[in-house]
């Protein structure tokens, strides 16, 4: 796909996605046809966003990294995302309904880099990406279904439109994650008061760090810059996505790492 056809998708996208149309399937000409022009095409997205007041890219969400995510959208890999200043809150959140398409929520753990994970040629793994944590913080991911028919975009323009995501939740950092085992925690969500469901960190691609992992290979393999100090990611749901109504109340609780919340207005 040439530049002037990536920059058009990226501007279709762009159009669809802030006056909150479904969104439906791109010109024939603009459709990325593999994942690398699906991540071309978010870049160029990504950009146009930043300068239509969604702040500085912040960080990065990975979707599908566990068995129950991958079965709940009926795709076999993981695919990545990245994540607006202005759409990232601590703690606690609270969002209105009126500003998404459908909303849903996934609980997740992430991480806090303090080192760059450069593009390189030698495979990132578990153990070569873990002296670039310097935390890992409970997350509530923000997904908005903003699409007219998903299954039938395509993975690449999934991909282009930054997987889902709408923005998150993140909870107090934990420095001496060293003393956890990330592979053993298990995230709870509660939604007004109710629990509905749970899982264990081990379900994300067998250790969260092998998503870590994942992406800093997958950025490589795409010609994409390598992660930053300073950057955060999302490393995968270990909850099937809860669609979420106005008026909502959310709470995730994970061993070791605490509880966030998440509030919809009506």
């Known amino acids: 796909m040439n530049p002037s056809n990536i920059h058009s ?71 990545a995302g990245q994540i607006f200043s202005h759409t990232v809150m601590h703690g606690h959140g609270s969002v209105p309904r009126n500003g998404f398409v459908k909303i849903g929520m996934e609980c997740e753990i992430a991480v806090q880099l303090v080192a760059d994970l450069p593009a390189q040629k030698a495979l990132y793994s578990q153990d070569t990406v873990s002296h670039a944590v310097g935390a890992v913080m409970a997350a509530i991911e923000l997904v908005d279904e903003r699409y007219d028919n998903y299954s039938k975009l395509g993975i690449p323009t999934l991909i282009a439109d930054d997987f889902f995501n709408a923005g998150c939740v993140l909870g107090e950092p934990v420095a001496n994650w060293r003393e956890l085992d990330l592979a053993a925690l298990v995230g709870v969500t509660t939604i007004n008061g109710i629990e509905a469901g749970r899982g264990q960190g081990a379900l994300v691609m067998g250790h969260p ?26 490393l995968g749901s270990v909850v099937e996505t809860k669609w979420l109504n106005a008026g909502d109340r959310v709470k995730i609780d994970i061993t070791g790492l605490g509880s966030i919340s998440l509030d919809i207005e009506a």
């Open 209 to 234: 760090l092998n998503a870590l992992a994942w992406l800093a290979n997958s950025r490589a393999e795409h010609g994409l810059p390598g992660l930053k100090a300073g950057e955060f990611v999302l």
């Open 9 to 79: 998708a990226a501007r279709e996208l762009l159009s669809q996605r802030l006056s909150l149309e479904p969104i439906s399937a791109l010109p024939a000409d603009l459709q990325p046809q593999s994942i690398s022009e699906g991540y071309a095409i978010q870049a160029a997205l990504n950009s146009q966003l930043t300068r239509a007041g969604l702040g500085d890219l912040v960080g990065h969400k990975i979707g599908c990294t566990t068995p129950v995510m991958q079965a709940f959208v009926n795709i076999k890999h993981p695919c």
